[in-house]
């Protein structure tokens, strides 16, 4: 409901200003509804809406992408019956979290060079394979990183079928992405594309802080800044739990 009145109010704004558009060389303008999201313990995900206006683009296509991290990917092998962890391949500059949202399927949008050119997909955003062992191929890579991808999915952290991006009489846009409820925190970065007839007419991005809040937040900063006194409180905290927990039952 709240993104609902938020679009609404800006969409309002927006059409009031019609002139503002052309005015700025046919640039598209886009919003998000918040540039913070914040995560506590009852955190259960949250939606993010991106609105704007085309000026003069018939297709818009908005990626969201997390903090960046290394991932290890094995392949298993089944020797005599027993399946083993026969291959591995650790992948760098891998986003935490990945969405796409389009007008249309990204093929009917613009060419794969395109959006090979600036990340566009799943299968097209950079990675650097630091280490393969007996995966010296593209090709292995390739199914490496799809892998990847998959695992991604299933915990909800990748959205690589692009969601539909709304229309509204071919001059103003609007998504909702979901954020689950087990996003990493950091920046992440919401890049709008508009393009014309296959062509990219501009790219706006739009930071987005992913952090913690509350006592979760408070015992995330003490494990990470402090690793020993935190050590020392948990040491302390699971003794003083084992004692009560003994002084309880000899009394019953």
């Known amino acids: ?29 886009a919003e998000v509804s918040t540039d913070l999201v914040q995560i506590n313990t009852g955190f259960d995900g949250m ?41 591995k391949v650790v992948i760098e500059n891998v986003p935490t979290f990945y969405a796409i949202a389009s007008t249309r399927p990204l ?58 991006i709304k229309l509204i009489e071919g001059q103003l846009f609007r998504a909702n992405i979901k954020f689950p409820a087990n996003v990493s925190t950091g920046n992440y970065t919401a890049q709008i594309y508009s393009f014309k007839n296959g062509l990219l007419l501009d790219v706006i991005n739009k930071p987005i802080l992913v952090e913690k809040i509350g006592i979760g937040a408070d015992v995330f900063r003490l494990a990470h800044s402090h690793s020993a006194l935190y050590g020392i409180i948990a040491i302390l905290i699971a003794v003083a739990s084992g004692w009560i927990a003994a002084a309880i039952f000899r009394k019953v």
């Open 1 to 29: 409901m709240k993104n609902h009145f938020l679009f609404v109010f800006s969409l309002a704004a927006l059409l009031m200003v019609p002139n503002l558009a052309s005015a700025s060389d046919n640039k598209m303008t």
């Open 47 to 87: 939606n993010l809406l991106l609105f704007g206006t085309t000026n003069g683009a018939n297709n818009i296509i908005i990626v969201i992408k997390g903090p960046l991290e290394t991932n290890i990917i094995r392949k298993k092998t089944r020797v005599a019956s027993i399946w083993v962890n026969t291959e």
């Open 107 to 164: 093929n009917q949008i613009t060419t794969q060079s395109i959006l090979k050119k600036y990340g566009i997909g799943t299968n097209n955003f950079p990675t650097n394979i630091l280490k393969q062992t007996n995966a010296k191929t593209m090709d292995v890579s390739d199914e490496y990183k799809n892998a990847l991808v998959r695992l991604k999915n299933k915990l909800g952290l990748y959205i690589d079928n692009p969601i539909k």
